[in-house]
């Protein structure tokens, strides 16, 4: 089963996955599993919470195709499930080390999570942050001409330095912060690179620059 198509069509967005619907309907009936289909179509109609639970019911038996499970990570992202979707694209990344995307959200999902959760210690939000920067580089390194992978690296540097940064934080680390700002300014500076007119990007760099100078 070949979804290189549709992982693009996730990736790029709504649009992307309407134009690619189509050529992955015509494309449903060379998987033998169901729920494989059945979660196809859900995810690709939008349908998150389905696409996860038929892609779930899919398991074990699809457990070592990378492709069904890029699309149950990708669904339980959309649902708001990092943690899972996390692990999954851990499997992902396992079966297939030089997808990049899928690096891409597993290091989104555990950045989200480091920010999101509120039961998670201090100590735990660190680790999940260095793992997510991590897996950015390592998405650069496969393809380092995409700027999205540098933006969101630049983020997860932001939010460590930010939660390493505060004073009175039991992992409180100024030169480490110092340096977290520095990298996310670096690859804030490296979006820029490729397009130097983007406003937001600009104003990025600027306020990562306040929050380094402004450590205690």
């Known amino acids: 089963m070949n979804l290189k198509s549709l992982k693009l069509g996730l990736f790029t967005g709504v649009f992307a996955l309407v134009a690619l619907s189509a050529n992955a309907q015509q494309k ?38 990378p492709d069904v499970l890029y699309m149950l990570g990708y669904s339980q992202f959309q649902n708001g499930d990092y943690k899972k979707s996390a692990e999954t694209f851990g499997k992902v990344v396992a079966l297939s080390p030089k997808n990049a995307n899928a690096l891409y959200f597993k290091a989104k999902a555990n950045n989200t999570l480091a920010v999101q959760a509120n039961k998670v210690s201090a100590a735990n939000k660190e680790q999940l942050l260095r793992v997510a920067i991590e897996d950015y580089s390592k998405a650069i390194a496969i393809t380092p001409t995409d700027s999205k992978f540098y933006q969101n690296r630049a983020v997860a540097n932001r939010d460590l330095g930010i939660l390493i940064g505060t004073a009175g ?48």
């Open 28 to 65: 449903q009936a060379e998987h033998s599993n169901a729920n494989v289909r059945m979660g196809q179509k859900a995810l690709l109609d939008g349908d998150f919470k389905n696409a996860e639970s038929y892609l779930t019911k899919a398991l074990p038996q699809e457990g070592k195709d």
């Open 169 to 216: 934080t039991p992992n409180y680390n100024k030169a480490m912060a110092t340096d977290a700002y520095n990298n996310a300014i670096k690859d804030y500076e490296k979006v820029l690179s490729f397009d130097s007119s983007k406003k937001d990007i600009q104003t990025e760099v600027k306020k990562a620059k306040v929050y380094r100078d402004n450590l205690k």
